[in-house]
């Protein structure tokens, strides 16, 4: 069970609360038209599976029901970051591509 | 259409759910605990006992949405005779209002039944901006559990720590209760009050029941 930090609530809560809502940093092209069948399948349905450090998004399902973003590593379960929709991430692994490490997507 | 178009149209979009006759309002509705008689197994039921449980039907329950501005969190407060508490998982009561910290932008309000569409019509002359205020009364209900155990039925429900020292009294959590959602509000000490889903009433009165076997459970009428 995760001890989970809701940054609107203020205050730790158990996982059973919250929902895993995928990857976080996932930027709609904004034009999709424009996008090849390739790329617009990637934004829709491929999605990383690193092990190690991995930004999440995830949903205070049965309490604020408010969206907020969440570093974890995904080989010991530790969480070593919580932050807010729109704010860039302070944990960041050199694996991770350029445009999340940068904080570019929301 | 434009803005100013908009601006023109009185219209009245708020309805009341009740008979007229505020008399009548317990004639005409049942709470989702009718069925169980409360009122006949308090008098039957256990007169002591760890843990108390009451049912307070057919309140007005009213959900606010808004990111509010200066003016409006002026207006709100004299609608409501008190402010809207912006800390997280704070309450304020005033008379028989009480307003709830839900989420960073959202309120739930309570008040008895028949004052609601009164409120709501009082919101829609007053209050001006964005905003959203929805009568949710007819779908939760309001139970109060209390009592020198009562505390130990909810460890027993939640996950949620309730020792006074980070629960104190007015702190509002929505949460899961025995799986089900649940708001829930210290009143005082020995007293908790929580709000569910109509649809998951019987099934919690269930649990309660269950629950609070070992401590002896008495039912307030
Ligand atoms: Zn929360």
Request: hydrophobic share 40%; net charge negative.
């Amino acid at each position: 069970m995760l001890h989970i930090y809701c940054p609107h609530c203020a205050e730790y809560r158990e996982e059973e609360e919250f929902h895993a809502a995928g990857q976080a940093h996932i930027v709609r092209p904004l034009d999709p038209d424009a996008c090849t069948d390739k790329e617009w399948g990637e934004y829709l349905f491929f999605r990383k599976n690193p092990r190690g450090l991995h930004h999440e998004l995830w949903v205070h399902s049965a309490g604020c029901r408010k969206f907020f973003n969440m570093t974890r590593d995904t080989q010991t379960y530790e969480i070593k970051e919580i932050y807010k929709i729109g704010e860039k991430p302070s944990v960041v692994d050199s694996s991770v591509p350029q445009e999340i490490a940068s904080g570019a997507a929301s | 259409m434009s803005d100013a178009v908009v601006e023109n149209i009185k219209m009245k979009v708020v309805a009341n759910q009740l008979p007229e006759d505020s008399e009548k309002i317990h004639s005409m509705a049942e709470s989702p605990l009718h069925h169980v008689d409360l009122a006949s197994l308090a008098k039957q039921g256990l007169q002591e006992g760890g843990v108390h449980f009451c049912e307070k039907p057919l309140m007005g329950l009213l959900t606010l949405r808004c990111h509010p501005s200066a003016k409006q969190k002026t207006a709100i407060k004299s609608l409501l005779g008190v402010a809207l508490p912006m800390e997280p998982l704070t309450s304020a009561t005033k008379g028989d209002v009480t307003v709830r910290w839900i989420s960073p932008d959202e309120w739930l309000i309570t008040l008895s039944g028949d004052k609601a569409f009164d409120l709501e019509s009082r919101f829609q002359d007053k209050l001006e901006g964005h905003y959203s205020l929805v009568n949710i009364s007819g779908g939760t209900t309001v139970f109060e559990l209390s009592g020198k155990d009562a505390m130990n039925v909810l460890k027993k429900s939640t996950t949620i720590d309730f020792h006074s020292k980070v629960f104190p009294t007015d702190k509002v959590v929505s949460t899961l209760f025995a799986k089900s959602s649940a708001i829930i509000r210290r009143l005082d000490e020995q007293r908790f009050e929580l709000v569910v889903r109509r649809s998951f009433s019987d099934y919690i009165w269930l649990w309660i029941q269950d629950a609070s076997k070992e401590y002896g459970l008495v039912v307030d009428a």
